[in-house]
């Protein structure tokens, strides 16, 4: 009786624990759809606050709101191409290094601008805008650069596995086609017919056979 209580409250105690990590692990997963969900909440109003400063606010202010812009699109855009094919191609794994490092240079630069973006001084602004727009261009350039490389990549490897695809389906179809049946081998020639013992064989009719004796 005693063991058949220690076995019930056993199991018991590991449907609670594997309830308990179900929990957790659901919490868990919630929990980052919704950070991920915030984030990319916040970025989409972050970037139509930039497109409409940057036509709102002639001048460095609108030059500022729009490299911010041309800085933030380039790295997204990239993020998302490489990490999206890196899942199927493991060889995407130094581009996604080489851009994480990016990444790292482009908060900075996006600091500087939105710092800039709160600076009273518009002469200071002005004098700054040649540096941060060449910046800028150097750290889109090498992210499109990675971006355009991973999407011709992937057609490359697309184009060549349709090619292939082409050539199976072809030969298979050929192969379909050919429904009229082979030529059917020629019986071989079989051992003569043996005679049996008492069957009656016919006589070859010579010469006067079957006519009556002719008279002396």
Do not use: C, N
């Not at 109003?45 to 812009?69: C, H, N």
């Not at 851009?99 to 602004?125: C, G, N, Q, V």
């Not at 910046?135 to 990675?146: G, K, Q, V, Y």
């Not at 020639?189 to 006519?211: D, H, L, M, N, Y």
């Amino acid at each position: 009786m005693d063991v058949a209580v220690a076995v019930i409250l056993l199991l018991f105690a590991s449907f609670v624990a594997l309830g308990v990590v179900a929990a957790v692990k659901t919490a868990r997963a919630v929990k980052r759809g919704v950070e991920r969900t915030s984030i990319e909440a916040r970025r989409v109003v972050e970037d139509t606050g930039l497109k409409a400063r940057r036509y709102s606010r002639p001048g460095p202010a609108g030059k500022l709101a729009e490299l911010r812009l041309a800085l933030r699109t380039s790295v997204t855009s990239t993020g998302e191409a490489l990490e999206g094919q890196a899942a199927v191609d493991p060889s995407l794994s130094e581009a996604v290094a080489l851009l994480s490092r990016l990444r790292s240079h482009a908060r900075e630069l996006d600091a500087e601008l939105r710092l800039l973006e709160r600076e009273p001084d518009r002469a200071r602004i002005a004098a700054r805008i040649g540096e941060l727009e060449e910046r800028t261009r150097r750290i889109t350039h090498s992210a499109d650069s990675l971006r355009w490389a991973a999407q011709d990549r992937a057609r490359r490897f697309a184009d060549d596995d349709l090619a292939a695809l082409g050539r199976d389906i072809d030969l298979e179809a050929g192969a379909l086609r050919h429904w009229a049946p082979a030529a059917l081998p020629e019986p071989e020639p079989g051992p003569e017919p043996r005679i049996q013992p008492g069957t009656r064989r016919e006589r070859t009719s010579e010469p006067g056979a079957g006519q009556p004796p002719k008279a002396l």
